[in-house]
């Protein structure tokens, strides 16, 4: 993504460089819980124990593995898009059409972010864990959800930022990167 403006093209490219470091945390989260769950099978296979949170901790690392890849995906144009009407469309009505989605995914991604944050806060404030052996405080993999959220809502609020600042031509410049 890139405009005319300085500034705003700085901004694009911190939330660019932050969508990157949250996909490359995803792909780590990948990798721990392939670790993770290649040591449960050997323990269990070749020594009859467990490590006993393999799969809670799996399933906080999918979750972080999702959610930190978002943003990341959404700027790759790898979210699934329904384009029959996309495709349909020209100049002005297809920039306007694009604003309207770009500025109602980033109403939802704010209200998404601030009810996370509440979850978060709730969790943390009153001490909440899992309902597993380790008792995980549950603010911890909250918050990876959290940060990737944030993450996400600020690739979305860029776009739209591009969006607005790029104009008509900005839709039809874009290939696979947005």
Known sequence: MH???PLVNRLLRVVELLSAAGGVLSGVTFTLMTLLILAEILMRTFFGQ???NASEYSGYT???MIYLGLGFSFRQGAHIRITFLRERLKGWALHLMEITCALA???LCVLSTAFMWEMVSTSYQRGATAYTVSETPLWIP???VLIGLIILTMQVLAYLLF???RGPGAVESRTVNI
Do not use: E, H, P, W
Request: net charge positive; aromatic share 0%; no cysteine.
């Open 3 to 5: 405009t005319k403006n």
């Open 50 to 52: 467990s490590t006993l």
């Open 62 to 64: 999918l979750a972080a």
């Open 105 to 107: 995914g980033s109403v």
């Open 142 to 144: 909250q918050s990876i």
């Open 163 to 165: 969006l607005i600042a």
